[in-house]
């Protein structure tokens, strides 16, 4: 073989040589970059796969917990003696509200101080839409109204109200930060004068305070439906489904207060015991409360 041909050659083996190491060189090269895509493919799906299931799982929830925070037909309702003797009718007349359920948080002797230390529980317990107040302004048989020495603060005195304006705000923060209503209850007048000038006085304080928190009713239901034009009276004329074994009189009227002119049952009965009798006082304070917890009056703050 001659040298030109020997040259020419080795030179067309070089370039076969350099084509296939370009060829194997781009081939991997490619490999390479199919093999980050496919990566970066699989990152991004794993990724969005992962951010939607944990969108799901967020979203599925928080409407579940926004839904039960609430629950839209169930009341609590707090207060002494005329509350708790009240319970029953309350049931009974609550039963006849469709959907509705009212729990009567409330003892003889007992004022906000006590019901603010059951709210928390309760609240969490029972998630209501709506949580009403009424009170007969008494000074507490537990000492949560004592001054401080372990005396009773003075029924009426500046003290007092002041005790009471604490706590009604109190009450009613606890209650609106769940995004709860509130209806306060007016108390109906007493026979008593120094007691109803406390009631009354009472009342003023929270009308005040609702205008400080959205959501806070003042309702005078109650009040008008055991009193003559908010004077007290121990009888008035009888309800159309009252009879004479109910005890409406000949008059046609009956007996709505206690022979105390505070309470509500007609006969006397040993503290906090049970009416075994038909008290059109207890009736009326269930049907006004129950009705204003279920349509309350519109708000002072909206």
Known sequence: MSKTKHV?????KARKSTTNKNRKSQTNTSRSRQSIVMKGISRIWFV???????????FSFIPKQTVESLNAKTALIYGDSVTHES???VAQYSA???GWKHTVRAYGGTAPCDWITWLPTDLATHQPSIVAISTMGNV?????????????LVLGSQAYYDKYRADLNTFMQLVTATGAKIVFIKAPPTRDTTRNAAIDQIHLIAQELAGQYHGVSISNTVRSALSASGKYTDKKACLASETVTQGCGTDGKIAIRSWDGLHLCPITLAAYATCNVYSSGEYRWAKAAVNTTVNPPAPVLP
């Open 8 to 12: 020419k050659t080795v030179k067309t």
């Open 48 to 58: 969005s796969t992962l951010a939607l299931v944990v969108s799901t799982l967020v």
């Open 87 to 89: 319970r029953t009718m």
């Open 96 to 98: 006849t509200k469709v």
């Open 140 to 152: 507490s048989v537990t000492g949560c109204t004592n001054d401080g020495n372990g005396n009773n």
